[in-house]
């Protein structure tokens, strides 16, 4: 799928054609999963977020079954200048980080699935802030949509992203070539809560399967366990958006995990790839 599906928007296979090459050239790929990915309906696919460039995998992974995602992303991109111009020509869906207009972002995203499109969503909200770049406390958007559609929310964990370009990082690192893994897994199990009104109790008990899906799809890449509790940054102080500054320690919904870095490391490139 070099150009991207016939069916998708002009400025998405225009995207295509500039990004896939420089991926192709730069990076080196192991994809596992590919029969998960429904093809006869639309979907929300939920990724873990480890690097700002990590979007160019999620959506290279996705453009290569030949699935078009529709990225919920923060405004602020969109007003990049060209940037902007072609993410909205490729219809992706920006999102009004705490404002009136935040429902706007949860209707197109409906909408879409109703289309029978994907929905490319990170239920973290932004790069995780856990110190060792497992999935943080999720937001409710996936599972709204979800609940809201009775679609399938397939898991997509990835690893390798924070190699070339750590999280919060300035500096990419693109030689020697690094492995891009990603795992697509079984549909989150929601059926005990559809048609269940959507209280604030059942959006918790569905975002947190979504979490624990994609955290254990990422366990598999890493070949480690992840942390028990969930990472909270507001319990830890941090900021919604924006760079990090200062993690301290405090408690939360699981053992303690350590001593916690003072300061978010300039640089976390993870392990030495495995040469795939």
């Not at 007003?79 to 111009?85: K, L, M, N, R, S």
């Not at 809560?193 to 598999?220: D, H, K």
Request: aromatic share 6%.
């Amino acid at each position: 799928m070099r150009f991207g599906p016939r069916h998708s928007p002009p400025a998405y296979r225009f995207a295509v054609t500039v990004v896939r090459p420089l991926l192709m050239s730069l990076t080196r790929r192991r994809w596992r999963g590919q029969e998960h990915l429904p093809r006869d309906r639309g979907f929300v696919a939920v990724s873990n977020h480890i690097s700002h460039i990590d979007p160019f995998v999620f959506a290279h992974f996705l453009n290569d079954e030949g699935i078009v995602p529709h990225f919920l992303g923060k405004v602020e991109v969109f007003d990049i200048p060209v940037i902007g111009a072609v993410l909205r020509g490729a219809e992706q869906i920006p999102v009004y980080r705490e404002t009136g207009q935040a429902s706007d972002a949860f209707r197109a995203a409906v909408d879409a699935i109703g289309e029978g499109k994907c929905v490319a969503i990170y239920p973290e909200g932004t790069v995780t802030r856990e110190p060792d770049l497992w999935p943080m406390r999720g937001k409710t958007g996936a599972a709204r949509i979800a609940l809201e559609t009775g679609c399938p929310v397939i898991p997509i964990a990835q690893w390798g992203a924070q190699q070339i370009l750590a999280p919060y990082g300035r500096v990419p690192h693109v030689l020697p070539r690094h492995t891009m893994q990603v795992s697509a897994g079984d549909p989150v199990d929601f059926d005990d809560l559809l048609g269940r009104p959507v209280t604030a109790e059942v959006l918790a008990e569905a975002t947190e399967r979504i979490m624990a899906a994609l955290t254990s799809q990422l366990e598999v890449l890493r070949g480690e366990t992840a942390p028990e509790g969930r990472f909270d940054p507001k319990i830890e102080g941090l900021t919604v958006t924006g760079r990090p500054k200062a993690v301290r320690p405090s408690d939360r919904s699981g053992p303690p995990r350590g001593e916690q870095p003072t300061q978010w490391p300039d640089d976390h490139r993870g392990e030495a790839e495995d040469g795939a």
